[in-house]
């Protein structure tokens, strides 16, 4: 895993950041598994205010090579440091 030189800001303000998130409401269904699951939106939206308060953010870059797709994540806080 690459991460910045530090992460100890990022780390307290994540580990507070998972101590106020709730689970997100199953809001979608699944007729081939009889399954309830939450969507991508719902998941987003109980995240982002969350992290917005604690300095968090998530980017997303694709890329695409050789035939294979791939999505690179990185978790950032406001004081730079990433994972």
Not at 36 to 52: H, W
Not at 58 to 75: E, F, H, K, N, R
Request: aromatic share 6%.
């Amino acid at each position: 895993m690459q991460m910045s030189d530090t992460i100890d800001a990022l780390a307290a303000a994540l580990a507070a950041a998972q101590g106020e998130i709730e689970n997100a409401v199953k809001n979608s269904a699944n007729p081939h598994f009889r399954s309830k699951y939450a969507d991508l939106a719902e998941i987003i939206n109980t995240v982002r205010p969350v992290f917005a308060r604690h300095g968090l953010a998530v980017l997303q870059s694709p890329s695409y090579d050789g035939g294979i797709a791939s999505v690179t994540t990185m978790l950032t806080h406001r004081s730079g440091q990433w994972i």
